[in-house]
């Protein structure tokens, strides 16, 4: 029983854990120009897909659960804006681009307390990490999301 215990115990802190300090979870610059059928042959299907009118404009959806709840919206069936919804286990500070396949840049602007935000970075037109408001489960850090704005 205590053997059966202890693995279980193991295999749910695992399972749990946040995202390691070195591992990327998606390559952002890898999706710039592609399709969706091109995106699913890079990280797999996605766990849901959907058409969306935002601000007018016709998108094309694809949601990754298990890669942080990342949103991939194609416009034209083209990669236009990634958005990562879940970010347990990333740290709220500039060094965390490199979990998206950024080697480390000073942000173009920030305010510590709302975003960082970096234009120009690579083939990404913008990419902001910004504060939602309300606190992570662990209490002590606020959540966020990460927003990219791929070039066309």
């Known amino acids: 029983m205590k053997k059966w215990l202890a693995g279980f115990t193991l295999g749910v802190l695992t399972a749990c854990s946040p995202v390691a300090k070195n591992d990327v979870i998606i390559d952002i610059k890898s999706i710039v120009n592609k399709n969706p059928e091109q995106v699913i042959e890079m990280l797999g299907n996605p766990d849901s897909s959907y058409n969306k009118i935002i601000f007018g404009k016709a998108y094309f959806i694809q949601q990754y659960e298990k890669l942080n709840e990342a949103e991939i919206r194609f ?40 975003f960082y935000a970096w234009k120009n970075l690579d083939d990404i037109q913008i990419a902001n990490m910004y504060l939602i408001g309300t606190r992570k489960t662990d209490s002590t850090k606020h959540n966020f999301k990460i927003y990219f704005r791929l070039r066309e």
Not at 101 to 108: D, T
């Open 75 to 114: 416009l034209n069936n083209v990669a236009h804006e990634v958005i990562i919804n879940r970010t347990h286990g990333i740290d709220f500070n500039p060094t965390s681009l490199n979990k998206f396949g950024f080697e480390e840049k000073a942000p173009s602007s920030f305010d510590t307390t709302a």
